[in-house]
């Protein structure tokens, strides 16, 4: 076993080997729980480059600590969705003749309770040159899928993980993707999460063609007797600018119940215009823009816990505004100009926008119909 510290100071212990802590077929039905498990939708958080939206990406360097370039979302390691995005890993960050190696931590975390069961899959593959194929350095170069299991404290209290070399993880690039499959686990005495992802352990630099690459995961959950139901999820609503929506769960055992909506994975609470944050159905009252986007409740009992499947809310009314398309780099500043010919002469400051997706849309909310308007985007170094 390998202990490795991670950005956020706590210990992921990851074994070499297959830790099964139950198996057996249930008669639940199995819920895939992981949000964005395609990885299609991304976003700017810890790394320099855009990494999948609800996800951490840790990355670490065994001299140099904290490191900010270990891996980004990349559409050309897709597997799945036209369109998508995979992970693209890369351990050429890493320095051998240092001993400065590279571990990277892709995982999302997940409300879980003692009995639950869970199955992790997803894609994966790695070029010819992979340091990971190799076991010339010490610590030896790791490879794996992973589930853990956390106490409320977060404080990791069983680890699990497939050795994805070990199980013929394939060498012909991002064309080369297979999928693997944990075998079943069941949350231990303690549970309160279930930690799931992919883990590169103590890569570095070699030569040619040498990166690794993730995509595609699913954690199918099969709860413990008496766990939550979910009969009917919340539906996608569409009001007009200042209207009401209303979304509702039910389950077939709601008693002892306890809800939490979310809106874009962040609890609400009641006041203002939102009401119900903790019953079965949820107000969005007055609807503004602030307000646009997808709501899931998270439903628990003593016995387990589950989120419904997202809904989205969408406003519209006879008002248009134009919407400007930015497509470029994130990170990179840009100032939308606009004019109000086709050959001006002077162009009138608009916004200035970090990229925090391509393409970002922007929306001239000051245009009036009887005004004819022409858009730029000026790079700003």
Request: proline share 6%; aromatic share 8%; hydrophobic share 40%.
């Given at each position: 076993?390998?202990?490795?510290?991670?950005?956020?100071?706590?210990?992921?212990?990851?074994?070499?080997?297959v830790l099964?802590?139950?198996?057996?077929?249930?008669?639940?039905?199995?819920?895939?729980?992981?949000s964005?498990?395609?990885?299609?939708?991304?976003?700017?958080?810890?790394?320099?480059?855009?990494?999948?939206?609800?996800?951490?990406?840790?990355?670490?360097?065994?001299?140099?600590?904290?490191?900010?370039?270990?891996?980004?979302?990349?559409?050309w390691?897709?597997?799945?969705?036209?369109?998508?995005?995979?992970?693209?890993?890369?351990?050429?960050?890493g320095?051998?003749?240092?001993?400065?190696?590279l571990?990277?931590?892709l995982?999302?975390?997940?409300?879980?309770?003692?009995?639950?069961k869970?199955?992790?899959?997803?894609f994966?593959?790695?070029?010819?040159?992979?340091?990971?194929?190799?076991s010339?350095?010490?610590?030896?170069?790791?490879?794996?899928?992973?589930?853990?299991?956390?106490?409320?404290?977060?404080?990791?209290?069983?680890?699990?993980?497939?050795?994805?070399?070990?199980?013929?993880?394939?060498?012909?690039?991002?064309?080369?993707?297979?999928?693997?499959?944990?075998?079943?686990?069941?949350?231990?005495?303690?549970?309160?999460t279930?930690?799931?992802?992919?883990?590169?352990?103590n890569?570095?630099?070699?030569?040619?063609?040498?990166?690794?690459?993730?995509d595609?995961?699913?954690?199918?959950?099969?709860?413990?007797?008496?766990?939550?139901?979910?009969?009917?999820?919340?539906?996608?609503?569409?009001?007009?600018?200042?209207?009401?929506?209303?979304?509702?769960?039910?389950?077939?055992?709601?008693?002892?119940?306890?809800?939490q909506?979310?809106?874009?994975?962040?609890?609400?609470?009641?006041?203002?215009?939102?009401?119900?944050?903790?019953?079965?159905?949820?107000?969005?009252?007055?609807?503004?823009?602030?307000?646009?986007?997808?709501?899931?409740v998270?439903?628990?009992?003593?016995?387990?816990?589950?989120?419904s499947?997202?809904?989205?809310?969408?406003t519209?009314?006879?008002?248009?505004?134009?919407?400007i398309?930015?497509?470029?780099?994130?990170?990179d500043?840009?100032?939308?100009?606009?004019?109000?010919?086709?050959?001006?002469?002077?162009?009138?400051?608009?916004?200035?926008?970090?990229?925090?997706?391509?393409p970002?849309?922007?929306?001239?909310?000051?245009?009036?119909?009887?005004?004819?308007?022409?858009?730029?985007?000026?790079?700003?170094?």
């Amino acid at each position: 076993m390998e202990e490795i510290r991670s950005r956020s100071g706590r210990f992921h212990k990851v074994f070499a080997s297959v830790l099964l802590l139950g198996a057996g077929l249930s008669s639940a039905p199995a819920v895939d729980i992981l949000s964005n498990g395609n990885l299609d939708a991304v976003s700017v958080s810890t790394q320099v480059n855009p990494s999948p939206t609800g996800w951490v990406l840790e990355a670490t360097k065994s001299n140099s600590g904290e490191f900010t370039d270990g891996a980004n979302s990349e559409p050309w390691c897709n597997v799945r969705d036209t369109g998508g995005y995979g992970v693209f890993f890369k351990p050429f960050q890493g320095n051998v003749d240092s001993g400065d190696l590279l571990s990277v931590f892709l995982y999302q975390d997940n409300p879980a309770t003692v009995g639950s069961k869970f199955t992790l899959s997803g894609f994966a593959a790695a070029e010819s040159r992979y340091s990971g194929l190799e076991s010339t350095n010490d610590p030896a170069p790791q490879t794996l899928f992973m589930v853990l299991f956390l106490d409320a404290s977060g404080a990791v209290i069983s680890s699990n993980s497939l050795d994805l070399i070990a199980a013929g993880l394939p060498t012909g690039g991002p064309n080369s993707m297979a999928e693997f499959s944990m075998p079943e686990v069941v949350a231990p005495p303690n549970t309160a999460t279930v930690r799931a992802g992919v883990a590169m352990l103590n890569v570095y630099s070699t030569s040619g063609q040498q990166s690794f690459f993730a995509d595609a995961f699913t954690l199918d959950a099969t709860l413990s007797a008496g766990a939550p139901v979910i009969d009917v999820h919340p539906e996608d609503a569409t009001v007009a600018p200042g209207g009401s929506a209303t979304f509702t769960v039910r389950l077939s055992n709601p008693s002892g119940i306890r809800y939490q909506w979310q809106h874009a994975r962040t609890n609400l609470t009641d006041g203002g215009n939102i009401a119900g944050a903790t019953t079965s159905t949820l107000t969005v009252s007055n609807a503004s823009e602030a307000d646009i986007g997808k709501y899931r409740v998270l439903v628990t009992n003593d016995s387990g816990s589950i989120f419904s499947n997202e809904a989205n809310l969408a406003t519209v009314g006879i008002e248009f505004s134009p919407v400007i398309q930015l497509v470029g780099k994130i990170g990179d500043n840009y100032r939308i100009d606009y004019a109000t010919s086709v050959a001006p002469t002077t162009w009138i400051p608009l916004s200035t926008n970090k990229l925090v997706s391509s393409p970002q849309a922007l929306v001239d909310s000051h245009w009036r119909e009887s005004q004819a308007r022409f858009y730029r985007a000026v790079y700003l170094p």
